[in-house]
Structure formats: C-alpha cells, structure tokens
C-alpha cells in the first residue's frame, strides 16, 4: 500500500477518477484544491537551498521559461482563439493566453526530478511579469483588463506563503523520506476537487468535443514537439524538464476564475476542458521522462 501512494500517476488517476464518479468535495473545493496544491508547493519546496543563487543562470532559465509560456504556449492558444468564432468561447481563449504558468510546475519539477530552484525563480518572475501581461493581453485580444490585484494575491498564497512555510519545516528530519509521499497525496486531493467541481461542464457533449480538439493540441501537442526539441537538440535533463513544463500549463484555476467573473461561464470552459487534458499530460509526460532518462539519476538542485 505505501507503493501506492509513492505511485504519482496512480494518484493522478486515481483523483481524477474519484472526482468524476463523485463530484468531489461538496463543500468549499476550491479552498480545498487550493490548500492542497500550497501543501504540495511547501513539500516541494524544502528540496531547494536560496544560498549561492547564479543570477545568470536563473536569468538563462528564466528567459526560457518565458519564451515558451508567454512566446509559443500564448501565442498558439492565441491563433486558437482567432479561428474561434463564439465570441464568449474566444474571450477563454484570450485569458487563458493570458494568464501565466500553472504553479504546479513546481512541485512537478520536484516530481519529475528536474531543477526546483530554477523553476521557482522562473515561475516568480512570470508571475511579476503577468502583474503588466495579463490586462494588457486581455484588454488588447479581448477589449477588457485583469486588475493586476488577482494576480498579486494569487502570487502571495501561491508561491509567498508556500515558500516561507517550507523555510520552516526544511529541517525537519523525517521531510526528506515523506516529501514524495506528500506530494503525491497533495496532488490526489487536488485533481480530485478540480476534477469533482467542473464535471458538469461536460454536461454539453457537442461543446467539449468541440474544444478537445484544440485542448489537445495546446497540451499534449506543444508538449510533445517541445519534449522531441529538447532530446534532438540534446539538452541535460532539466532543460528538458524545465522547456516542457513551462511550454505545457498555464494557470487555469486561475484562468477560469478570471474568465467567469469578466465574461460568464462559458467562457471559462475552455479553461476546464484544456485542465482535463493538462491533468492527462501530467501522467503521460512522466512516463515519457522516465523512459527518456533511462536510469532516472537525479540532479542536484542545490
């Protein structure tokens, strides 16, 4: 039983399932969902040591960080929402290119053994830089803008807090052994409230299927072009890690959040159809950096 939970694609499915057949937690999931992911951010967290930070090779991990969420990932889910004709469908689209990447990148970094460091300070830096990018893509694409104020609580609770609570419990003993575990559970108990809390989304066959196509391609599409890139080019396995993450997930929590409250429900649609296929791609794209690392050895990320 303790392989099942060291197991993080079977926890991945596992929510996933249990969300779907039981709609989750009838109480407060969004709450609930977000507890567990700043519980998985703080796991995750303890890996990484702040001392004898390289200013220029955070910059190089971060200029290609944001080369792929905010370049390619945006630029593609912004020719998705040109060729869409629904104009509440195509306001989604807008936010969701809008919004910066998905904070699960992190403990995912953790998960896939790539650079933790890196992907915090990066992810930090996007979401500093979505304070400006996300109301002037959403007031240039779709004519009304995000108050920068969302964005900065949701990097507080989001990356602030967890990072502080890690500094905490870092030297904990037992943190090293239980970490995996932890996370796995965090994740469990997340999919399994996203998952519960949009299901009913799907309650329209016709416009779900309507959008999985581009889901997939924003998704698993980009994924794996930019997963094939970075093996063709041959770069370690960070940087693997690291360009397929960010070229991945955005932030749709927080994209369907934004999208609801400027345009209605419909619009936020988009963001919960492409969130299933992202939930897919996290168990896919583990499988995919196992077979590719071989022997899996596990860089340092202090």
Known sequence: MFRLWRSFPTMVVSGLLLGILTGGSPYYPGQVATIALIVAMTLALTEIRLEGVSVRTELRAFSHAFV????????????????TADADLRSGWIV????????????????????????LISSALLYIAALVLVP?????????????SEIALQTFLQIGVPLLASRAIVRVPAIERWRPVGVNLSFFVLVTMV???????FADPGLVLTLSGAAFARTFGIGLAVLGLASVTHRNREDRIAWTLFASFKNLGLCALLALSLFGFRAAVPAIVALFFEIAWIVSLQRLLRAKAGSGVRHRTT
Do not use: D, E, K, Q
């Open 195 to 201: 998952a519960g809390a949009n299901r009913n989304a």
């Open 68 to 83: 792929w969420n905010y370049v390619v990932l945006a630029g593609i889910i912004l020719v998705i929402a040109w060729l």
């Open 136 to 148: 002037a893509i959403t007031l240039s694409f779709a004519g009304f803008a995000v108050p920068p």
């Open 96 to 119: 969701m290119a809008a919004v910066p990447s998905a904070i699960a990148v992190i403990p995912l970094t953790s998960i896939f053994r790539g650079n933790v460091r890196s992907a």
